[in-house]
């Protein structure tokens, strides 16, 4: 799982986390969550699982327009 975020669904979950309403939503600190996505994808940590959260929730936010 930790190679498929950090290689082929990298562009996916940093489409899905950069997403404006969900960014607008107040849930996450913007700041930080880019910095904590991109320090996995160079390999500064290993939490896939937070990684993986953060996109569950955005694209969860989306299908239930709760994030708009």
Avoid: C, Q
């Avoid at 990298?10 to 904590?36: C, L, Q």
């Avoid at 994808?41 to 993986?52: I, L, M, P, Q, T």
């Amino acid at each position: 799982m930790k190679a498929m975020i950090r290689g082929p669904l990298s562009g996916v979950i940093a489409e899905a986390v950069n997403d404006p309403a969900f960014r607008a939503a107040g849930w996450i600190v913007p700041e930080e969550t880019d910095r904590f996505v991109l320090d996995f994808r160079e390999g500064r940590h290993n939490d896939f699982r937070a990684v993986w959260r953060l996109f569950a929730l955005s694209r969860w936010a989306r299908r239930f327009s709760v994030a708009a």
